[in-house]
């Protein structure tokens, strides 16, 4: 099984609702470390598993969405809290919808509030082969 991973940084701001968890219920920003890991078991024709290129592509157009707002006031954290796990759940359903390489397996999503908090989110791709 091949891997690929890439790895990029935004700030967001967030405040956790639904229990008292002191400073946490006010609203603050994190520097966020996105790392998005591809697996597959086959090479495309230029010996890569997927374009690099392509990929922080795709990462950074979905991060746009997030950057520099604030998690509570978008509709996928409406009632919910924004944890660091429901985020790299978002991010990694969002961006299997957006990426286009047949050989992809499964993506894997670990996302880093802090330098010590972290959260993942991993998901089987289904095969797109013969779906163009």
């Known amino acids: 099984m091949y891997t690929i991973a890439i790895q990029l940084q935004f700030i967001s701001q967030h ?25 597959g078991t086959t090479l495309d024709q230029n010996g890569n598993l997927v374009d690099t290129v392509y990929l922080e592509s795709n990462l950074q157009a979905l991060l746009s969405r997030y950057r520099d707002r604030t998690l509570n ?10 944890s660091v796990e429901r985020f790299a759940r978002i991010l990694c359903q969002s ?38």
Do not use: C, M
Request: charged residues 25%; without cysteine; negative net charge.
């Open 15 to 39: 405040f956790l609702i639904g229990g008292d968890w002191g400073q946490e219920n006010e609203k603050h920003s994190h520097t966020y470390q996105v790392e998005v890991q591809l697996e």
């Open 95 to 132: 961006l299997v919808s957006h990426l286009h390489a047949p050989n992809l397996n499964a993506i894997t999503v670990k996302l880093w509030e802090d330098d010590f908090t972290w959260g993942t989110y991993r998901t089987k791709i289904q095969s797109k082969k013969g779906s163009d």
């Open 73 to 82: 006031e978008l509709p996928e954290f409406e009632d919910a809290n924004p």
